[in-house]
Each structure stands twice: as structure tokens, then as C-alpha cells.
T-cell receptor, first 111, second 113 residues
Framework: SQTIHQWPATLVQPVGSPLSLECTVE??????LYWYRQAAGRGLQLLFY??????ISSEVPQNLSASRPQDRQFILSSKKLLLSDSGFYLC??????????FGNGTRLTVT | KQEVTQIPAALSVPEGENLVLNCSFT??????LQWFRQDPGKGLTSLLL?????REQTSGRLNASLDKSSGRSTLYIAASQPGDSATYLC????????????FGTGTRLQVFP
């Protein structure tokens, strides 16, 4: 069966520090991978998606970037965090169509 | 621009009640609609998927309907239980073969014994 792992579960980082959130999927090949953010009082917003290794599509201009160095690994990064980057970050995967399967998320607080 | 709205934002009901959660979207050009459940501090769990050509889907005590032309979906929960307490999110897919979903802000449901 397929599983998705996200880490860390919680993270507190100062403004201006770098960020690296990692997501891996097991039990499947060539999945579509997604990063969503859930800000307080707002719905989930798609940040990035990837349909294959090295293929990244950005949905909104922002302070973040994503990379997919391996088939089942998706990384969300920032060189310098902003206060507005705080939120709940969710990684998800699908097999070229629904349904979408989510990880347990990372709660990021930028102080 | 596609917008998804969920009403009510919060709902508190006694155990055993049948209830309806509403989702509306502004652009009927969708590929599918999905209902998710989110427990506090957790990720989302897919509950039901309705393709654009379908009218409804059922899973256990859950039934979701889709009226694409009017931009509406409802999630019906029969005989609610305290374990159903969670936030329920609907999302519409706006691109073929990917899960580029537009989410609503959710309905927070509490079922008390």
C-alpha cells in the first residue's frame, strides 16, 4: 500500500532563516506531487505541483521554491523566511488524477 | 476565477441527526469534485470523489451529490456520530489529469453525545 511521509511535524523558525520541508511517497511510481498551504482562516492554496522528476510548476508568486530530486521525493524550500510564510504545509500525491492523498502536514511558525 | 464557498462555516448537532453540508462553486467547468475530512492538526482524508459526469456518490453513511450546472454539491451524513466531528472540505478540479484543486474554507462539524 502507498504511504506518504512529511517531516518535521512542527517547526519554529526565525525570520530570515532558511527552510527545507521534505515529503516522500512509498509504494507507488511516478506520482504527481503537490505542496499546499493552509493559512489560518483560509482555505488550502496550491503552491507547487510536479508531474515528474525535475518538473515543477508554481501556482503563486512567493518566497518559496520546490524541487523533486527523485521520483518520490518532493522538497519545499526557502532561502529567507518571512512572517507571512507561517502556516500549515501539506504534501500530497496522486496517480495522474484523483483522489488526492495527503500527508499529516508541517506546522510552520515564523517568529 | 473559480471560487468555492462552503456553508455553514460551523455546525454543532446532537448525535443521531442527519445533516447536510453545502458547497458551491462559481465556474461549472470542473473535472471533478472531492469531499475531504480534516481532523485537527492533521492532513486531509479523501471521502468521496464525484466525476463531472456523475450526479452522486455514496460511501457508507455518506452521500455526496453534484449539480454542475448550478454549481452546487451537498454532502449528506446520515445518523451522525461523535466520531464524525471534524472539518469537511470540498474541492473542485480545474485541470485534467492533475489534482490542481480549488478548496473551500470548510465546515467545522461537532457532533455531541
Amino acid at each position: 500500500s502507498q504511504t506518504i511521509h512529511q517531516w518535521p511535524a512542527t517547526l519554529v523558525q526565525p525570520v530570515g532563516s532558511p527552510l527545507s520541508l521534505e515529503c516522500t511517497v512509498e509504494g507507488t511510481s511516478n506520482p504527481n506531487l503537490y505542496w499546499y498551504r493552509q493559512a489560518a482562516g483560509r482555505g488550502l492554496q496550491l503552491l507547487f505541483y510536479s508531474v515528474g522528476i525535475g518538473q515543477i510548476s508554481s501556482e503563486v508568486p512567493q518566497n518559496l521554491s520546490a524541487s523533486r530530486p527523485q521520483d518520490r521525493q518532493f522538497i519545499l524550500s526557502s532561502k529567507k523566511l518571512l512572517l507571512s510564510d507561517s502556516g500549515f504545509y501539506l504534501c500530497a500525491w496522486s496517480l495522474k488524477g484523483p483522489p488526492l492523498h495527503f500527508g499529516n502536514g508541517t506546522r510552520l511558525t515564523v517568529t | 476565477k473559480q471560487e468555492v464557498t462552503q456553508i455553514p462555516a460551523a455546525l454543532s448537532v446532537p448525535e443521531g441527526e442527519n445533516l447536510v453540508l453545502n458547497c458551491s462553486f462559481t465556474d461549472s467547468a470542473i473535472y471533478n469534485l472531492q469531499w475531504f475530512r480534516q481532523d485537527p492538526g492533521k492532513g486531509l482524508t479523501s471521502l468521496l470523489l464525484i466525476q463531472s459526469s456523475q450526479r452522486e456518490q455514496t460511501s457508507g453513511r455518506l452521500n455526496a451529490s453534484l449539480d454542475k450546472s448550478s454549481g452546487r454539491s451537498t454532502l449528506y451524513i446520515a445518523a451522525s456520530q461523535p466520531g464524525d466531528s471534524a472539518t469537511y472540505l470540498c474541492a473542485v478540479s480545474i485541470a485534467y489529469n492533475t489534482d490542481k484543486l480549488i478548496f473551500g474554507t470548510g465546515t467545522r462539524l461537532q457532533v455531541f453525545p
